[in-house]
């Protein structure tokens, strides 16, 4: 699977299929965001920037990163 990018034009969030290890702390932290019953999964116009990157430094397999 190829990495995905999602942009709102301030931040880019990355997701790494490989590495996803469907724990669901992006789901509980912020379910406005990701929602994997919808495509595209990834909706980063449903955060903030500082949300985003505080849920993303919680990601414990590393699937999800920003830049």
Same mark, same amino acid.
């Given at each position: 699977? #190829? ?10 969030? $990355? *997701? #790494?299929? #490989? ?5 669901? $702390? ?10 994997p019953k919808e495509r595209? *999964?990834i909706k980063v116009e ?22």
């Amino acid at each position: 699977m #190829k990495d995905k990018t999602y942009s709102n034009g301030e931040i880019t969030v $990355v *997701w #790494k299929p #490989k590495l996803c290890q469907h724990a669901g $702390v992006c789901v509980k932290m912020l379910p406005k965001v990701y929602n994997p019953k919808e495509r595209p *999964w990834i909706k980063v116009e449903n955060a903030t920037t500082q949300e985003l990157k505080d849920q993303i430094s919680k990601c414990p397999s590393g699937a999800l990163s920003y830049y």
